[in-house]
């Protein structure tokens, strides 16, 4: 079950995720940027089983906040979850926006991490990954060949205008 939520992102009901879906009915999301000792990014390609974004390369870790739950609960869980860890710091808190596109709309709060063990990302969600250098991000990001996560693709643009901003 999720919370379903209004333009200022206020419980206004509860549906399955299955509905939620179908009927794009807004609710939330979290998004982690993980980053391991030496500042490179932890990318990964979903497995083609997920519901949301199939087989496409994501810059972030996270999925959809339960009904009851907050942001930040399910960011540290999502994020332990999908990277295969037990201990990880609890992510930061950056910033909240509305993602929409024509078949999903929903709050996406954004965190970043850092993750100093060794991580080992479910096989059910997570097809291959590595850690990579920004500018190697940058790069793949830029490739046709290299189709990103839409929303994970606007946090990680997000949150370098913020790095870039704050300096």
Known sequence: ???????????????????????????????????????????????????????????????????GESYDACALREAQEELGVAELPAPEPRFTFLYESPEHVWFVRVYETVCEVPVRPQAEEVDWWDFLPEDEVERRIASPGWQVV??????????RALRERDG
């Open 150 to 159: 839409p929303d994970g693709l606007e946090c990680h643009r997000r949150l």
């Open 1 to 67: 079950m999720l919370d379903i939520v209004d333009e200022e992102d206020r419980v206004v009901g509860r549906a399955p995720r299955g509905e939620a879906m179908a009927r794009r009915l807004r609710h939330r999301v979290t998004s982690v940027q993980v980053r391991d000792p030496l500042g490179r990014i932890f990318v990964h390609r979903r497995t083609p089983q997920k519901l949301v974004f199939p087989s496409l390369y994501d810059v972030v870790v996270g999925g959809v906040v339960g009904a």
